[in-house]
């Protein structure tokens, strides 16, 4: 919500929340979010001049993360994790059920970095949070979910026109560290990251299309001299069959908007296993791919006013392929043992691997006021669920999947330099980790306030 517009732009934010039963929250970059009460400050700065932009900011926050019943499974190599790393997948995902048994609380670089533009091109480096993809809850290759990571990168500072079509490139080259919850290995706690993101706008009279091609790459560091290839492996990841010790995913995002009807339409698609030829890629095309589809609908009131219908659904759960050739689950990599995550949490949709959501919202905004009513169905790793129960053959697991149903309301109200909001939602976890008619209620409160200057 805070302007990016301004020449000379400080800025400061302050968020308190609090959760019942368990950890909860989602797109809120280095902030966790743990059960009792949870608070977040940060601050920054940013300015421009001539070609240069220069931005400072930094992030605190702190949780009381008081504890909660841990999962019930662990791995056959529970000796060499942590107690608190998920239980669910062994060695192949860095994603804390908990940090740490007291309370948690860390400062973060936040909007920090250094950029030069001239002309189409720019360049920068440092720490900036970014979000690809037109998905309003979960963005399948980059989201806002975990802290912005240090990368170096490229980019056109504005479109590139030929007509009515507009291009976009993107390429980038990054670090990502392990949680502190985790594995007991100090020798693979960072890894390398490079991504390139191509787009093109084709502008009609009435209506947008976009589409956008995706290709991000990681592995275990191995030293400064992979960073000058590592957008090679980036660019040539879709074509080859075998990615070790380099892994990712790569796709695409379409995007269609009518903007005098105030409809638009939008799809996300990922693929993070790799196909031994064109033959294997035609009969198992469905193989280690995820989706986001959604939908948006706008009515213009005849007093100042917006109503928003937005439905959005996301499914990162394994295809049928999976009985009768094993895959990998979505962000997740045995060579990679952290998998798409930075510092424990998850870089693209915040649901995680094997899971799937389902999420609808009411909106009215009215003179700098906002209404939001909203409800959401996620259910938790569906591909562990199956893999536990399957071999049973019970004919009651199939009330068995971990499954959160959440109703929310969300109220804000916006000015020229100030924005405040609050949001509250009740949810109810069904059948948790796994076991039938075990429901934990968690009720989530939470306030923002936001307060910018233009210099």
């Known amino acids: 919500?805070?302007?990016?517009?301004?020449?000379?732009?400080?800025?400061?934010?302050?968020?308190?929340?609090?959760n019942t039963a368990r950890p909860s929250g989602e797109n809120d970059g280095s902030w966790w979010q743990g059960r009792g009460w949870?608070?977040?400050?940060?601050?920054?700065?940013?300015?421009?001049?001539?070609?240069?932009?220069?931005a400072v900011g930094l992030e605190g926050w702190r949780s009381e993360n008081r504890s909660?019943?841990?999962?019930?499974?662990?791995?056959?190599?529970?000796?060499?994790?942590?107690?608190?790393?998920?239980?669910?997948?062994?060695?192949?995902?860095?994603?804390?059920?908990?940090?740490?048994?007291?309370?948690?609380?860390?400062?973060?670089?936040?909007?920090?970095?250094?950029?030069?533009?001239?002309?189409?091109?720019?360049?920068?480096?440092?720490?900036?949070?970014r979000w690809i993809g037109p998905g309003r809850l979960n963005a399948l290759f980059w989201s806002t979910h975990a802290p912005a990571y240090p990368h170096l990168w490229g980019e056109t500072a504005r479109p590139l026109s030929a007509g009515s079509l507009r291009l976009e490139v993107l390429g980038w080259v990054g670090q990502l560290r392990e949680s502190r919850f985790y594995d007991v290995n100090p020798r693979n706690d960072?890894?390398?990251?490079?991504?390139?993101?191509?787009?093109?706008?084709?502008?009609?009279?009435?209506q947008v299309l976009t589409l956008g091609l995706v290709s991000i790459a990681y592995r275990t560091w191995a030293g400064a001299e992979e960073v000058a290839g590592a957008p090679l492996h980036a660019l040539s990841l879709p074509l080859r069959s075998r990615w070790a010790p380099w892994t990712g995913l790569y796709g695409f995002f379409l995007r269609w908007r009518l903007p005098e009807d105030g409809a638009e339409c939008y799809l996300e698609w990922a693929r993070n296993e790799p196909a031994e030829n064109l033959r294997d890629w035609l009969t198992y095309w469905v193989r280690g791919t995820a989706f986001t589809l959604g939908v948006e609908k706008q009515w213009v009131l005849r007093n100042p006013g917006t109503i928003y219908l937005r439905m959005e659904l996301t499914r990162l759960?394994?295809?049928?392929?999976?009985?009768?050739?094993?895959?990998?689950?979505?962000?997740?990599?045995?060579?990679?043992?952290?998998?798409?995550?930075?510092?424990?949490?998850?870089?693209?949709?915040?649901?995680?691997?094997?899971?799937?959501?389902?999420?609808?919202?009411?909106?009215?905004?009215?003179?700098?006021?906002n209404v939001s009513l909203w409800v959401l169905r996620w259910a938790i790793d569906n591909d562990r669920f199956y893999r536990i129960h399957a071999p049973e053959r019970n004919p009651t697991h199939f009330q068995k999947h971990e499954t959160?149903?959440?109703?929310?309301?969300?109220?804000g109200w916006r000015s020229r330099f100030w924005a405040v909001s609050a949001i509250f939602w009740h949810a109810?976890?069904?059948?948790?980790?796994?076991?039938?008619?075990?429901?934990?209620?968690?009720?989530?409160?939470?306030?923002?306030?936001m307060r910018w200057w233009r210099l």
């Open 1 to 18: 919500m805070i302007p990016d517009t301004a020449r000379v732009l400080l800025y400061l934010e302050n968020a308190l929340s609090y």
């Open 317 to 369: 759960e394994s295809a049928k392929t999976d009985l009768v050739r094993p895959q990998k689950a979505f962000y997740t990599d045995s060579v990679v043992v952290q998998g798409y995550t930075h510092r424990g949490q998850a870089l693209g949709a915040w649901i995680g691997p094997g899971s799937n959501s389902q999420w609808a919202q009411l909106r009215l905004e009215r003179r700098g006021a």
């Open 68 to 129: 909660f019943p841990l999962s019930p499974f662990r791995g056959a190599d529970a000796q060499d994790r942590s107690l608190y790393a998920y239980p669910l997948r062994e060695r192949v995902l860095d994603w804390p059920q908990r940090w740490g048994d007291r309370g948690a609380g860390g400062w973060y670089a936040s909007e920090t970095y250094l950029r030069f533009s001239r002309g189409h091109l720019a360049i920068g480096a440092g720490f900036r949070s």
């Open 38 to 54: 949870n608070g977040l400050f940060r601050f920054g700065m940013r300015r421009e001049r001539g070609p240069w932009t220069v």
């Open 190 to 206: 960072r890894r390398l990251i490079s991504g390139l993101l191509g787009q093109a706008h084709l502008l009609a009279r009435d």
């Open 404 to 411: 959160e149903l959440r109703v929310g309301l969300e109220v």
């Open 428 to 449: 109810v976890l069904y059948n948790r980790y796994y076991r039938l008619r075990e429901e934990v209620p968690n009720r989530y409160v939470g306030v923002r306030l």
